[in-house]
């Protein structure tokens, strides 16, 4: 059975501070994709990032950066410089043939 | 990316009523839906999985009869929440896919129920 664990609740940083969200994940498939989302206060879902299983070069998006290590099946998502705009809930997410499996979200305040 | 709409965006509606909630692919053709149920400070939860043409799949602990789910084409799927309980208040969301794109699906903007 696929599963997703972000142990991390919620998160208070200052702004500027860097902020790394934690994700784990369990599955037997060989090949899927993994996810990460941020749902502000409205809901709706945003795009932050896909990875398949097969590609664990590590990624930088402006002040994002995510590191995947299939050896301890994480996906970690790091803010650098925190901003106040970036207070949300993030979620990683695990796809296997497009069925999503959500963890349970961090939630992360940035006070200025 | 691709775009899915859902609508309505909130709806509040009284308890033992139905309310339908709509879920299009705009710019393309989606031969799988699903939809996922989100209770205030909680995660999505996958309520069932629906394909064109045939019946949906319910996850387990997921009533049929109460969320009724018809994806009648290629573009369009709907969750019917059928005798609403305040209970019932949650989140909706879909997402849809093509089997071209494979592993990639979209988000619908999802529709806040809440029954009163």
């Known amino acids: 059975a696929q599963k997703v664990t972000q142990a991390q609740t919620e998160i208070s940083v200052v702004e500027k501070e860097d902020v790394t969200l934690d994700c784990v994940y369990e599955?037997?498939?060989?090949?899927?994709?993994l996810f990460w989302y941020k749902q502000p206060p409205s809901g709706e879902l945003v795009f932050l990032i896909r990875?398949?299983?097969?590609?664990?070069q590590n990624e930088i998006s402006g002040r994002y950066s995510w590191n995947f290590q299939k050896s301890t099946s994480s996906f970690n998502f790091t803010i650098t410089a925190s901003q106040v705009v970036d207070s949300a809930v993030y979620f990683c997410?695990?796809?296997?043939?497009?069925?999503?499996?959500f963890g349970s979200g961090t939630k992360l305040n940035v006070k200025p | 990316g691709a775009v899915v709409s859902q609508h309505p965006s909130r709806v509040i509606c009284k308890s033992g009523t139905s309310v339908k909630i709509e879920c299009r692919s705009l710019?393309?053709?989606?031969?799988?839906m699903f939809w996922y149920r989100q209770f205030p400070k909680q995660s999505l939860m996958l309520m069932a999985t629906?394909?064109?043409?045939?019946?949906?799949?319910?996850e387990q602990g997921v009533e049929k009869d109460k969320f009724l789910i018809n994806h009648a084409s290629l573009t369009l799927s709907t969750l019917t929440v059928t005798s609403a309980h305040p209970e019932d208040s949650s989140f909706y969301i879909c997402?849809?896919?093509?089997?071209?794109?494979?592993?990639?699906?979209?988000f619908g903007q999802g529709t806040r129920l809440t029954v009163v």
């Open positions: 710019d393309f053709q989606a031969t799988t």
């Open positions: 629906s394909n064109e043409g045939s019946k949906a799949t319910y």
């Open positions: 599955t037997r498939d060989t090949t899927y994709y």
């Open positions: 997410a695990l796809s296997d043939f497009n069925k999503f499996y």
């Open positions: 990875r398949n299983s097969f590609d664990e």
């Open positions: 997402s849809a896919a093509t089997g071209a794109l494979n592993t990639e699906a979209f």
